[in-house]
């Protein structure tokens, strides 16, 4: 990351000629980059770890992409990848580094940080993790009334649910299918929404929760986990003709079918989980970045730890090229630069995900997690104020619903938006039946040709169409919105693995030139620490005059509601 002496990236000789460039090329349609110009393609596509990275449809020319690679460098770039992925203390407000990218090293590399090589300890951990797996596959893991466990419900919220979720998603056709099964759940509301569906269907007897949370202090998961460890209680220490065992003690129920992941063992222990039990790992992984180690637990349940460590393999072909490869074929860096023009010298603030594939499903409230709060950022690093936006409002879909959704607004509305269409190149080979192998490939050819054609009049607005015959203005396209399009040669745990480390990286470029910390989030205690207070003065222990006329006016709402019975 830059050092303290640096200037804010405005003041960079760099970001003052993209400005001049901007003033230039923001009136030129994206149409009209493209023109007759057959090797823009070429010229702005890269490959690499099964990904292809295609930025032709930037609203930007090579001499952008010039001045973008010389922000970069004065920004540092190059050496705060080196810091980044050496361990230096990336994360100032912390004072920790950030080594999600240690997670995935092969268990031949070394890493010495502070004077200790961190692989064996990451090693270590991913074994501890493989005996739990390995235990539940074989359904070896009995719960208090000596059932095998069959479900699993992961309790944990933000970076300890997302990740997780998104990917036990997208590789769920790599289960294994020799193994006792187990199934894999989420609850991650506070309000038990979740959690209740699950404690209505689900059997005590052989369900286990995995109290996800590397702090171990969060209120969303900590009310989840009461509730459950209430549940279990109450079914398991009666009898009832539900249960056909003895009645058993209260700490082996809890033993038995919880499994603590965190970064503070103190706290899992105090809360009960059973000491050989508790996953741990470190605090210089950030929750956001934290799929890769122990909270990945849930997707080793569904998908085994060989297609695990294939997941952290890709990843880690993408950290290879990450800190190897010249920035200007470097598809983190460039990815993070389209972002940078766009946000910061067309004035572009809205970014869509937009997956053309139904396993990507969660991928983009994912990204909304990693870019938003990673840089959601408005003070440098210094502490100073910025000047220049930041991180974009990021929201997406999966693109085939979402052009029925709000691609209308993409189209036709008052926003300039930069899309990011995402698909697998092939899908369904190994469908066994030769006719539903037959009709799924026609869809996925179907999705494709949505996906391309969506981003194709995206740019070309009208001029995509045939008959540019006279039509009244409700029925023109003005197109000139800008997309990147990445393609994964085919979904597997590798890609995938690279696909998120590729989003990983360019939130990390950003933030090295936006001159803000990607891996602290202080914007969101304050807001849980209001609601304890709201909470306090709902349930009638405080002050409500102290409140603001609205809040009173809910919480009495909230209170007459109460009244009403
Ligand atoms: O949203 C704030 C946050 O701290 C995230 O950064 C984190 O992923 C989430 O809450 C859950 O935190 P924990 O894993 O400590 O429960």
């Known amino acids: 990351m830059a050092s303290a002496s640096r200037a804010t990236p405005d003041k960079l000789p760099a970001w003052q000629a993209l400005k001049q460039h901007a003033d230039e090329l923001k009136g030129v349609h994206l149409k009209t980059l493209f023109g007759s110009e057959s090797s823009r393609w070429t010229h702005f596509t890269r490959h690499e770890a099964g990904l292809t990275l295609d930025l032709s449809k930037q609203r930007w020319d090579d001499d952008t992409l010039e001045h973008l690679l010389a922000l970069a460098h004065d920004a540092g770039v190059p050496s705060a990848i080196d810091a980044l992925l050496s361990g230096k203390r990336v994360n100032v407000s912390e004072n920790r580094p950030a080594l999600h990218t240690a997670l995935r090293l092969p268990a031949d590399a070394t890493l010495n940080v502070e004077g200790e090589d961190i692989v064996a300890g990451v090693q270590e951990s991913l074994a501890q993790m493989e005996r739990l797996v ?4 074989a359904g070896q893991w009995r719960g208090a009334t000596g059932k095998p466990i069959r479900h699993v419900v992961n309790l944990g919220v933000g970076g300890s649910d997302l990740g997780p979720l998104m990917v036990t998603h997208a590789l769920a056709d790599y289960r294994p299918d020799n193994i006792h099964p187990v199934e894999v759940h989420f609850a991650s509301t506070m309000d038990g929404s979740q959690l209740a569906d699950y404690l209505g269907r689900l059997n005590p007897e052989t369900t286990l ?3 996800s949370s590397k702090s171990f202090t969060t209120i969303d998961t900590l009310s989840n986990a009461n509730t459950a460890r209430d549940w279990l209680l109450g079914r398991l220490t009666q009898h009832s003709d539900f249960v056909s065992a003895p009645p058993v003690s209260a700490e082996l129920i809890v033993r038995q079918h919880f499994i603590g992941v ?8 105090e809360w ?3 000491p050989d039990h508790q996953l741990k790992f470190w605090e210089w992984v950030g929750g956001r970045y934290s799929l890769w180690g122990t909270i990945g637990l849930p997707i080793a349940l569904v ?4 297609h695990f460590r294939a997941l952290l393999a890709g990843a880690h072909a993408m950290d290879r090229h990450f800190s190897e490869a010249p920035m200007e074929d470097n598809l983190p860096v460039l990815l993070a630069l389209a972002g940078i023009w766009n946000v910061n010298f067309l004035d572009i603030r809205a970014h869509s995900i937009l997956p053309y594939d139904g396993r990507l499903e969660y991928f983009a409230a994912y990204l909304e997690q990693l870019e938003m709060e990673s840089n959601g950022k408005s003070v440098t690093r210094q502490g100073q104020a910025v000047n220049y936006s930041t991180c974009p409002v990021l929201w997406g879909q999966l693109g085939p619903n979402a052009q029925h959704a709000f691609y209308q607004l993409l189209h036709q509305g ?6 990011d269409f995402i698909a697998p190149l092939k899908r369904y080979d190994e469908v066994e039946d030769p006719d539903t192998r037959r009709h799924l490939k026609a869809q996925h050819r179907l999705a494709l040709a949505n996906c391309f054609a969506q981003s194709r009049v995206l740019m ?5 169409l045939e008959d540019d015959g006279p039509r009244p203005e409700h029925k023109r396209y003005r197109g000139n919105q800008p997309s990147t399009t990445v393609l994964l040669d085919k979904l597997t745990p590798t890609t995938l693995g690279a696909l998120i480390a590729l989003y990983e990286h360019k939130v990390f470029v950003q933030a090295v030139i936006w001159d803000i910390n990607p891996f602290d989030q202080w914007g969101v205690e304050l807001g849980k620490q209001i609601a304890t207070d709201t909470q306090g003065i709902i349930d009638g222990q405080g002050d409500i005059t ?14 007459a509601a109460e009244q009403d019975g």
Do not use: N, Y
Not at 134 to 137: D, F, K, M, S
Not at 414 to 419: D, G, H, L, P, Y
Not at 460 to 464: C, E, N, S
């Open 134 to 137: 390995c235990r539940l596959h």
């Open 209 to 211: 929760f995995v109290l």
């Open 546 to 559: 102290r409140m603001d006329a609205s809040s009173r006016g809910l919480i009495e709402a909230f209170w």
């Open 414 to 419: 008052t926003q300039s938006v930069v899309c």
């Open 460 to 464: 070309l607005g009208d001029d995509a």
């Open 272 to 274: 009960g989980i059973a």
């Open 262 to 269: 965190s970064a503070s063992p103190e706290k899992m222990s």
């Open 303 to 306: 998908v085994g730890m060989t």
